[in-house]
């Protein structure tokens, strides 16, 4: 069982940066990043395989964030930039056994962190 920890949310203001961190109990095939907001559909936002660390990223983010990971400490990290209000959400990290389309497959989750933009 792969347990995932997330922590470095919190609240910043437009243009800000936060860096999200999330303790991988056990590495997968690849690892992801998603976030929800209110009335809206979770969405994926990045992955990065775990060998390679080859990254993906969703076209509104691919400018501003950066998915990272450290295979000496089992972290995965999310560097959030140029922060928006439209990026306020809670933010999950998640990880994958199997490769596949990017944003798919995802098997495991952790508990989320609250990310709060003001404008």
């Known amino acids: 069982q792969v347990q995932l920890v997330e922590s470095g949310g919190g609240s910043v203001q437009t243009g800000g940066s936060l860096r999200l961190a999330c303790a991988v109990s056990k590495s997968t095939f690849a690892m992801g990043w998603f976030r929800q907001s209110p009335g809206k559909e979770r969405e994926f936002v990045a992955e990065?395989?775990?060998?390679?660390?080859?990254?993906y990223y969703v076209r509104s983010v691919r400018d501003r964030y950066t998915i990272s990971r450290d295979t000496r400490t089992n972290t995965l990290y999310l560097q959030m930039n140029r922060l928006k209000p439209g990026d306020s959400a809670v933010y999950y990290c998640?990880?994958?056994?199997?490769?596949?389309?990017?944003?798919?497959?995802?098997?495991?989750w952790g508990q989320g962190t609250q990310v709060t933009v003001s404008s």
């Open positions: 998640a990880g994958k056994d199997i490769p596949g389309v990017p944003g798919g497959s995802f098997k495991y």
């Open positions: 990065i395989t775990w060998r390679a660390g080859s990254t």
